[in-house]
């Protein structure tokens, strides 16, 4: 049997990982001034605070349904929050429940299916991957709202 | 000794992952008028087609260079290719050549530090997450682009 001392990555950088670029995410919030937060777009797209509050539906609901096995259904935006300040708080709160949450995940655990909202059935790894790729995408949309409204963006590489 | 048999995630399945959000660029790139590919941008951001210039310059340098051990500087657009077709080309050649240099990576070389293009010190699995996200980031980019032109772009989870 082969055994392997070496990881590709440890579940604890990956969660550095992650959190690296929800800080990232965070400062980009905290850019944007409080009225284009909820009503500028570009093209048809969607508010950055509802970006944000599709980032808020997956980050913690999905790392809680992969931890406690429960599949309910994805939702977002249900508390309908109004001050980009509620925004933040509910991120730092993300933030450490993501934390907790983490610590209950076993290296076994990330290759296990999950039905992830009961709709995506994938290993457990592609699922986080999932979370970190799709906020990444979405940052990227909220640097070009920021830049067409004269805002410089912070540097891609801080975290 | 502490043995691992799992792994949060196998090079295999890292490649995988990277080489399906290659896909979803190249799909990006064929999206964009031809025209719009090299002169549209928002906000005095760049345009897609030197988005692109920047990730081949980053995929195929990079990895090349983690695995030769050499540290050329990053350079990008030195070809000044004028057609999408141009790209597209390059963009196909780049995905074998980074499957065929993925294969001489091991498990352990992810965990090496590597001085990516003479300037970024970092472990080996950090520069390739690097590679990703950085991609992810600019197509986001591309999405609003396209967005802004009146054209749908693909599916995020489409690979």
């Keep these: ?27 980009v919030i905290e850019l944007f ?20 509050d599709e980032l808020l ?3 913690v609901p999905g790392l809680k349904g992969i931890v406690t096995k429960e599949t309910a259904p994805f939702t977002e935006g249900a508390e309908k929050l109004i001050f980009k300040a509620q925004y933040l708080e509910k991120w730092d709160q993300a933030t450490e429940e993501i934390n907790q949450y983490w610590q209950q995940l076993s290296i076994e655990d990330f290759n296990e299916t999950f039905n992830l909202f009961g709709q995506y059935e994938f ?3 592609q699922n986080i991957l999932y979370f970190v790729d ?3 995408h979405h940052r990227g949309q909220g640097y ?3 830049r067409a ?9 801080e975290r």
Excluded at 7 to 25: F, K, M, S, V, Y
Excluded at 33 to 52: A, H, N, Q, Y
Excluded at 149 to 157: H, K, S
């Design 1 to 27: 049997m082969k055994t392997l001392a070496a990881q590709l990555i440890t579940p604890e950088d990956l969660l550095i990982h992650w959190q690296g670029h929800r800080a990232l995410t965070r400062r």
């Design 33 to 52: 001034p409080e009225k284009d937060f909820f009503e500028f777009s570009i093209g048809g797209m969607r508010t950055f605070s509802k970006l944000v």
């Design 57 to 59: 539906g997956i980050a």
């Design 123 to 125: 290993p457990v790894i």
């Design 134 to 136: 799709n906020e990444v």
């Design 144 to 146: 070009v709202y920021l």
């Design 149 to 157: 409204l004269g805002i410089d963006p912070p540097f891609f590489w």
